[in-house]
């Protein structure tokens, strides 16, 4: 949205950072928090008080830059796992992340300046899967046992799609269901779910001269939204037997 709004390639950034910010505004409006995956270190300069939660990726959790970044953000941050589905390189970015860092880069007014953080106690890992899935409970409970090892927090967040769906986005709802299993059973430790979603299930191409069809997908292929109610209403019951409630 932000590097090529008009999706042409023409790259016009500067509309695409003022449509962002609009459509964040607009959802902070409606008292609905806002995430992002933050993929570079000067876009959260336009975009970062109008996030809630934030992500880094499997191929960036290993970047110092980034690392750095989070020590310095106003929000918890995510970081994933490696794409091979190892948990130590996300597990060394949270405890530097929770450090302080001095670092050269921008300020909101564009100038070249020198960055002091106290350090971001709210990172957390991100279970996404890798060589083979890994949101299972016994997957869970050595992540959470390698975060206390360190010193952390065993609190995790999991992603349904990516390695943990083999790349095969109706496999959510199996992931969902495992998920949501462990969460009744009272596990405390998962903290929250990443699901792609949209209005309309699967994915598209662009292609010049022609519309694209509205709700659908044109990265990564999604579930749609009956799907994704059915996932929210399981992964919600499953919180209130956690909490020991039944509606």
Known sequence: LINDPDLDESFNINKGLRIARRLLLDINELGLPAATEYLDLITPQYVSDLIAWGAIGARTTESQVHRELASGLSCPVGFKN??????????DAIASASRPHHFLSLTKEGRSAIFSTTGNQDCHLILRGGRHPNYDAESVN????ALEQAGLSPRLMIDFSHGNSLKQYKRQLMVAEDVAG????????????MVESNLKEGRQDIKPGHPLEYGKSITDACIGWEDTEHVLQKLAEAARQRRGVTV
């Open 82 to 91: 490696a794409t091979d589905g190892t948990v130590q390189v996300a597990i």
């Open 142 to 145: 050595q992540a959470a046992e």
């Open 182 to 193: 462990q969460i009744a059973a009272g596990d405390d430790r998962i903290i929250g779910v």
